[in-house]
């Protein structure tokens, strides 16, 4: 149940970010539910290889290269699908930050939430 509702927060999240950055386009809320799957996808296969494949440079830049990572998670995603476009590397970035963000709002919420007492 909690990952039905990460997921359908998660694609409300990403239409905020689409609502508040010009930078990101999403077309529908089946296209953010798409493009939240996606995204989550790709940060729980090809994240984890690109952190590892690239650990000298995050360790040289204090882990800020973390950012990078996940703006081209975020970016690959627009790059496969055809409802959810995003206009280059720097909105990216920005709407990755933005994401980041709210799904740690998200996780917190549902933690406190779902948690047993």
């Known amino acids: 149940m909690k990952i039905l509702i990460k997921w359908l927060l998660s ?18 809320f089946t296209s953010a539910l798409i493009a939240a799957f996606v995204i989550g996808l790709f940060n729980v296969v090809l994240r984890p290889v690109l952190v590892l494949l690239t650990l000298p440079v995050t360790i040289v830049t204090l882990g800020l290269f973390l950012f990078v990572i996940n703006a081209l998670m975020f970016w690959a995603a627009a790059t496969v699908l055809s409802g959810f ?5 720097i909105a990216a970035l920005v ?8 799904g740690v709002l998200i996780e917190s919420a549902l933690g406190g939430l779902f948690s047993k007492k």
Do not use: D, N, P, R
């Open 11 to 28: 694609a409300a999240a990403l239409l905020f970010v689409a609502y508040v950055y010009s930078g990101v386009e999403v077309q529908s």
């Open 85 to 89: 476009q995003v206009s280059g590397f």
């Open 95 to 102: 709407g990755s930050l933005i994401y980041t963000v709210l």
